[in-house]
């Protein structure tokens, strides 16, 4: 790994030094956290977590090859090269910082309250039209997970697309310090982490954070149609290129149809160019996306044909609104996270669906004290939406099936407790031919949900 020798790692990490000299000059060929994944040469990286310390298992990953480990503790009779930190977890950050800036390639950092993945996933799509591209793999978006994807990236590669998702204030500060974008996109702010923001206007400084550490000769894309971002006009000189449904926008989208399930249609203008294009995902987020995606693109100098052909090869990943087809069912599996904006979008694609129109939706988190409410507003959504079935899902959720049923009386709405009640009756809620939303937030288990419809 590019200029990650011993010697530099410790005076990045501010640490010290023990083991032999004549390694101090050796580069490190990977870093890891996960002594299940140590190799020949790595770097080893142990976390204290809540449930297990890291530190427990340096003595198999230096028996593996690891070329040397940090610690946070001296480590007594150690015949091995290791460095002393203060913070393993500040050390992750320090070295990721540095291996970034040695490699000098173009970062797209992406933010936002809803969108943040599937946008970088086309966003990817289309710069692998032109570049060797990096982007974050699943939900590697984190303090932990940022510094992880940057691992990842090599010599050969030509441009980084990093997804930084946050929960607090100074999140984000922490993160971008790490990525230092050239290229910022900011997706929307919506509702989601208010229990620690507060309201829509602490979400937008939590999520602007980023602009701190954007490269003075970089660029910051906007949804010009988010009434928050719109209002964002420069950064320390730098305009904002805002895309969206409105035509004063620099880069818009008209002529847009929905193809069912199937995906979206539509016109992308671009400056002066416009251009036609199938998304094969469905709901008009999509397009969105699409938009953020085209308008990167044209900065990093791809033409309207690779931009179109990156959007047109863009693939669902799991938990993401990925369809699973069965014998008896379409599942739309999106059940890797949830907040009200997203679950509103996801109800209004799922209208488009054949057969029997079935939402199985659970307890959405991290909402503060306004919880209730919110999920009575998805409840609300749900009854004016073209849906038959209305499944809800955990403690919070009773909230969103009264509402619903309060809206649509001939609305069938069901309300489960928890998810084993849930899994308990499924077979008796669903009929083949139906198309199933399964949607809610991470720490209700969803997954277990889509497997358990799959056996049916």
Known sequence: MKNLTLENLTKVCRGEYFGASDVLNREVSSITTDSRKAEEGCLFIPIAGERVDGHKFIPDVMKKGALATLSEKKLENADFSYIRVESTLQAMKDIAEFYLEQLQIPVVGITGSVGKTSTKEVIA???????????????????IGLPLTVFRLRDEDEIAV????????????RLAKI??????VITNIGTCHLENLGDRDGVLKAKTEVFRFVKPEGNIILNGDDDKLSSIKEYHGIR???????KKHPVYADEIVSHGLKGMSCRIHLYEDSFRVMIPMPGIHMVYN?????????????SNEEIRRGIESLEAISGRF?????????IVDDCYNANPMSMKASLDVLGDGSGRRVAILGDMGELGENEAALHEEVGAHAAKSRIDVCICVGALSRHMAEKAKEGNPSLSVIYEPDRESLLAHL?????EGDTILVKASH?????KVVEALQEL
């Open 125 to 143: 799509s289309v710069l692998k039209e032109k570049y060797r591209t990096l982007k974050t793999a699943g939900n590697f978006n984190n303090e």
């Open 162 to 173: 990093l997804e930084m998702g946050i929960s607090f204030f100074g999140e984000m500060t």
């Open 179 to 184: 990525a230092k974008p050239d290229t910022c």
């Open 240 to 246: 904002p290129v805002f895309f969206g449904f409105d």
């Open 290 to 302: 699409a938009l953020a995606a085209a308008a990167v693109g044209r900065i990093y100098g791809l």
């Open 322 to 330: 990925k369809m699973i087809e069965t014998e008896k069912f379409l």
């Open 427 to 431: 077979d008796t809620y669903v009929k």
């Open 443 to 447: 720490f209700m288990e969803f997954a």
